[in-house]
């Protein structure tokens, strides 16, 4: 069986190869690019991300990589965002000031708690609609590290969480999936999603 390419886009905002490593060892073709050129041989094309919205979105707008990003999504290829790669697919943001996302997916993010409070650690997903491929891991504990997030009623929210308030560790729209939760830093059971939901995207839900 061919072997699947995963485009890894460098957008300037965290670091990439805790994602790549673990990418490689479940056996996909990895690479982290930004040229167009590049990504376009991929398969498919992944945003992680650690940081702030507005320089997420500032550096893909400067990069000409915004609207590159929603052609892709035009043609039915498959993305996927994790973290603060995620949060970029929303209308919105209210980290700083207001922010417009990449308006992939419906809803607007922010802030868990008045206090800007952290949540790091490991948390439950709660599916909250039914979904032939995460169905298996409702219930299920991954690794999150973040201060904002959608807000729970997101349309496209496939399973919540609660941390300070509710809200979506798994949103869907199309092709175009987000993880507030990281899959790469949550041991078997995020590989195991990881590696099965990269396939299932490639191969088409």
Not at 35 to 49: E, F, R, T, V, W
Not at 56 to 63: I, W
Not at 73 to 95: H, Y
Request: hydrophobic content about 40%; overall charge negative.
């Amino acid at each position: 069986m061919k072997r699947i390419k995963v485009a890894i886009l460098d957008y300037e905002v965290g670091n990439h190869s805790s994602v790549k490593n673990c990418l490689d060892r479940l056996g996909f073709i990895t690479y982290v690019a930004s040229d167009i050129s590049d990504l376009q041989k991929a398969d498919l094309l992944m945003l992680p991300g650690v940081g702030a919205f507005h320089t997420a979105m500032s550096n893909l707008q400067r990069m000409e990589l915004a609207d590159y990003l929603k052609k892709w999504v035009i043609e039915g290829r498959p993305l996927l965002g994790i973290c603060l790669g995620m949060q970029v697919f929303s209308f919105s943001s209210t980290e700083g000031t207001l922010e417009k996302g990449l308006a992939m997916i419906e809803g607007n993010v922010r802030s868990l708690s008045e206090q800007n409070t952290f949540h790091i650690g490991w948390n439950e997903i709660k599916l909250t609609q039914p979904d032939s491929f995460f169905s298996k891991f409702d219930g299920g504990y991954f690794y999150f590290n973040h201060s904002f997030a959608y807000e729970a009623d997101t349309e496209g929210a496939v399973s919540n969480t609660f941390y300070g308030r509710s809200f979506p560790s798994i949103v869907k729209h199309g092709m175009v999936v987000g993880l507030q939760f990281h899959p790469e830093k949550s041991q078997d059971l995020g590989k195991e999603l990881l590696s099965g939901l990269i396939r299932e995207m490639v191969h088409g839900f």
